[in-house]
């Protein structure tokens, strides 16, 4: 900022001036007048603020001011978008996020007395287990009747609470009257059972299939052997392959139904089969026809598990569920990755909506430790973050 300074008798004549020098915008600061002179004319100082070639410092702080009330605007604004949306995010916290339910009906009521409204026929810890459920992504309508199975009614409050003061309690009790359980591998030597393992790429079926061939081996000490129709996925082979001679179990990769029933075929005298599959986009119908037609070929003895990551959301899940199920009877979900899961509500979702039957649990990456039977119990662990 540099200071003018213009000096004469008439103040019109000095303002044009600045004006046609530095442009019609010009900043006047101030003048003085002042008598003096042989006749006592007034004499006018004026002083204006022209722009400088280069800021400086005064410059760049008059900038910052105008920037803070920038700043200071847009906060204003902030604060009241803020406002107006709490409700909204209220409502997506309680009806848990990623589950199709999740949004009230009628956004605009706010979500505390729309909660109140959708479960007025509860109250006390029978409420508040509800609230942990769908903080947990449950899908609302699935916590409303599991915690209904728990609950006796309060004559005095005219309402539904739990007949136990454990959450655990009650949420196992609903557990166990809504999903069913495989429960733990029990096969007999010499009766010869294969298991599939199917399901989108990545989800884990490699990696599980070979957690379930160290306990068959290991522990059961059960014969068995791995079939791999994997073979699109880059590495999947040498993948499987190194598995299989760790745990010194033949290994067969295979790419049609012809090769599949011989081999099966051949391996008639062993207890187990595992066969591991292609882990495509389940939107591929073409390749899940393709693949029905080589699992069908022994699906008298065959047990088909659907592997799913808890990573999925309830909506996603449900339609890999459903895409696969028009191709395979499926015979238990197989649920991976809960311990990259924050809020496992799918949980109880799948099982309940698909009505099919759970059997594991992966817990880790880690080969053979990271794999649990799901049970009531753990099931109910998971979801209230209790398990160890
Ligand atoms: N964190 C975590 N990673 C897992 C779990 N199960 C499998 N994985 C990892 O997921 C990735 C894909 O597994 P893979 O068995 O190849 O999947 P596939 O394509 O279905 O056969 C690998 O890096 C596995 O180690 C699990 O329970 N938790
Ligand atoms: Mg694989």
Not at 330 to 355: R, S
Request: aromatic share 10%; charged share 30%.
């Amino acid at each position: 900022m540099e200071i003018v300074k213009y000096e004469g008798h008439n103040l019109d004549e000095l303002i044009l001036r600045a004006k046609k020098e530095y442009g019609k915008d010009v900043k006047i600061i101030s003048y003085e007048v002042s008598k003096g002179g042989l006749f006592g004319r007034k004499k006018y100082s004026l002083f204006i603020q022209v722009p400088s070639p280069e800021e400086g410092f005064f410059d760049l702080l008059a900038k910052e001011e105008k920037n803070e009330e920038i700043d200071r605007f847009l906060e204003k604004i902030e604060k009241m978008i803020d406002k107006k949306i709490e409700p909204l995010k209220k409502a997506i916290e309680q009806g848990g996020c990623g589950s199709d339910l999740s949004l009230p009906s009628h956004t605009s009521m706010p979500a505390e007395l729309d909660f109140a409204e959708q479960f007025k026929e509860f109250t006390g810890d029978a409420l508040d287990l509800i609230k942990l459920l769908i903080k947990k992504d449950v899908d609302p309508k699935i916590a409303k009747m599991l915690v209904k199975e728990s609950c006796g009614f309060d004559i005095d409050a005219n309402k539904f609470d739990l007949n136990t003061s454990f959450f655990k309690e009650a949420l196992v009790n609903a557990i166990e009257k809504k999903i069913k359980f495989k429960g733990p591998l029990r096969l007999q030597k010499g009766a010869f059972k294969v298991i599939s393992f199917v399901g989108p790429t990545g989800v884990g079926k490699t990696t599980n299939l070979f957690k379930i061939a160290s306990e068959l081996v290991i522990n059961q000490k059960l014969k068995i052997a791995v079939i791999s129709i994997d073979t699109f996925k880059v590495g999947a082979i040498q993948q499987a392959r190194s598995f299989s001679n760790i745990l010194n179990i033949p290994f067969y990769a295979i790419t049609d139904s012809k090769n599949l029933k011989k081999t099966l075929q051949n391996l008639n005298g062993l207890d187990v089969v595992l066969i591991d599959t292609v882990g495509r986009s389940h939107y591929d119908y073409w390749r899940l026809g393709e693949m029905k037609e080589i699992l069908g070929s022994g699906s008298d003895f065959m047990d088909i598990s659907l592997v799913i990551s808890c990573n999925y959301k309830n909506s996603e899940a449900m339609e890999i569920v459903n895409r696969y199920r028009t191709f395979f009877p499926i015979n238990d979900i197989f649920f991976t990755k809960i311990d990259e899961t924050y809020k496992p509500g799918i949980l109880l979702n799948l099982p309940i909506k698909a009505d099919i039957p759970v059997s594991f649990i992966s817990t880790g990456q880690k080969v053979p430790e990271d794999i649990r039977v799901l049970n009531p119990e753990r099931m109910a662990n998971y979801i209230l973050g209790e398990h160890s």
